[in-house]
C-alpha cells in the first residue's frame, strides 16, 4: 500500500483539504484515518472512517470543524479542515489497516502509513 498526500499553509479562520490516494490494496477493506504529530507533540489520532463509510469518529477539538471522507472510486482518502486553527499545526499523516469495522483510535493498529504533510495554520 503506498498513500500519498498533499497538504499545505493555510490562514486561521479558513480552509483546506488534505487527500491521501491509497495503491496496491482493496481501498474498500480498510479502516482509514488522520493522525497528526505537533512540534514536541506525540501523535495523536485526529478523525477516522468506517471501511464502507457509514461510521466516523473525531477527536474532540476538531469536532464540527474538520470533515474526513472517503471516495472508493478513486481509492482516495480525504480530510477537509474549517476553521483551522495555529494549534492545529502539525505533520499530518494518513492510516490504514484492514477492517470492516470502525476506525480505531489506536496508532499501533494502523499497519499503512502517509509519509506525513506539513499542515501550517498561520494567525
Known amino acids: 500500500v503506498q498513500l500519498q498526500r498533499r497538504g499545505g499553509l493555510v490562514q486561521a479562520g479558513g480552509s483546506l483539504s488534505l487527500s491521501c490516494q491509497v495503491s496496491?490494496?482493496?481501498?474498500?477493506?480498510?479502516?482509514i484515518a488522520w493522525f497528526r504529530q505537533g512540534p514536541g507533540k506525540e501523535r495523536e489520532f485526529v478523525a477516522g472512517i468506517s471501511w464502507n463509510g457509514g461510521s466516523t469518529n473525531y477527536e474532540d477539538s476538531v469536532k464540527g470543524r474538520f470533515i474526513i471522507s472517503r471516495d472508493k472510486a478513486r481509492n482516495t482518502m480525504y480530510l477537509q479542515m474549517n476553521s483551522p486553527k495555529p494549534e492545529d499545526t502539525a505533520t499530518y499523516y494518513c492510516a490504514a489497516y484492514a477492517s470492516t469495522g470502525r476506525a480505531v483510535t489506536t496508532s499501533s493498529w494502523y499497519d499503512y502509513w502517509g509519509q506525513g504533510t506539513q499542515v501550517t495554520v498561520s494567525s
Open positions: 496496491g490494496r482493496t481501498f474498500s477493506r480498510l479502516a
